[in-house]
């Protein structure tokens, strides 16, 4: 937890941290079930949290699970407790209620626009006075909520935008005192429960937005023990975690694109080499290694942990430099795929296998990695495995992009458009690319003025267009950190004199005429910050942080990269 992120306040605070809050043991598994990598934490207060990732939320932000068993004071000691420990952007209360209103059906999810404390008052001898609190939902929060992408576990239920009331009673029948006090002074709430008001409570005391989230498990009659029975509280649980999930989803893309990132940095040099010419091809290989190659060959290969150089791979040119030597590699392992002529071959430790030819005038693009060869020529694209040699994929794109670790594969379709429509698809050895989801729609101007990186993880996709630049969430297609003002136009036009690179934290790298800068998202004064003025022909990043360079002097230089 000491480890400050990017999107972090400036008083440490941890905007890429969430608590979610659960009064009972189910409601917390349905939330634990949707985490990865959870681990125990247990602060001095001795308060035992779950802390785990959020798979399809923006990489870095975790979710602390706590729960407050039943009743507001238990949940607003707890909501502190959890406040001062995490000190998180956010804090949600998710799990099940009753409903006080026929319109709302069993399993439907509640959002709580205010939350009212219903058991203060005053008794005089004629009548009960209530001294009702309420806590107002925060509108940045509440507009997040409408319109999400929920992944429902089961058929999607209606979704409320109302008030709840929230006090230390159980309610369990509808001709009693209390039912008849929230009908009569609570009339607007539309859901009972016992735990909103603490933790409203308690997120007011630490300064921090709150959220309440209750999926409707009953009717707060006397029927409730036989809705329970029949598996209610379960479906309840389960609707009102996934709408939770997308929640904090879309709360930590907000928060990144309101908080851009400061620049990273270069590292220690870890390994400097020459080439016998300009450096035209350029990747990170299996084995932590390096491979680059000017255009008459041959492709030289160092290892990164003591740089040394290994067995060159020999390659025939074809008409260089259009049809230099080139070489694409995955970090993650697998072959090393070389342009040899005309022809693709897949170099293994032991035996090099042929992938057929190449048709005059395509080319490897730069994309390619071991486990699939991407060809293009203009804006045709073959996806060819490197395992078989069979073309998977066939597609029409401005250009494209395949991650580090070969996960994902990005594709700016639309020609005609120039490359508006960015498609992603899952890539799994041995089955076909398949499409995820809807395109992701780009700021983009008419013509082929477009590069597109994903990052080493798949994650986020970097854009840049002669107008626009930008870094999206891939797995929910919003943009997280965006700016007008691109690259040059020349860079553009010609996507190959330009590399492009989104790290893994999402910060952007691209060439201007030679040289490489990182993008400033406060303006479009992008600041060269490798030495040597211009020059730079190739950039290329690895899944654990190494920043390698290619220079038109033929130096090969690899940096670590900090952020």
Known sequence: MSRQAWWQDADGGRNDLVVVLTALPLEADAVRRRLRDVRRHVPASGTVFSVGELPGAPPGVTVALGVTGEGTREAAVITERAIAEF????????????????SIGLGDVVVATRVHAYGGGKETAEAFKSRPRTWDAAHRLLSLTYDLEVEWPGAAPRVHHKPIASGDTLLASRRGPLAALLDERFEDAVAVEMEGAGVALGAHLGETNALVIRGISDRADEHKQVADAGGSQETAAANAAAFAAALIGAYAAVRRSASPPAPGRLGAEVLAARLGGPVGSLCFGPRRTLLAAAADGPIRRWRLDDGAELPPIAAATWMPPRYGVRVAASPGGGPVVVRDGFRLRAEYPDRSVDLGGITYPGDLYFASTGSYALLSWATSFTLRSAATGADLLSFKAVAASI?????????????????????IYHLRPGEPPAPRGRPIELHQVAGMALQIALSPDGAMLGCMTA????????????????????????????????????TPGGRLLHMRKGQVLQLNLNSRDDAPFLPGGGGYRRLVMSPDGLLATGHASGWVRVHRWEE
């Open 403 to 423: 991650s580090a670790d070969e996960s994902t594969l990005a594709a700016a379709r639309g020609p005609v458009s120039g490359g508006r429509h960015v498609q």
């Open 87 to 102: 000190r998180p952007g956010l804090v949600l209360l998710v799990g099940v209620a009753g409903a006080l209103k026929e």
């Open 467 to 502: 107008r626009w630049a930008g870094v999206f969430d891939v797995e929910r297609g919003v943009p997280i950190m965006p700016r007008s003002g691109g690259g040059d136009v020349w860079s553009q036009i010609f996507p190959e004199a330009m590399s492009l690179v989104c």
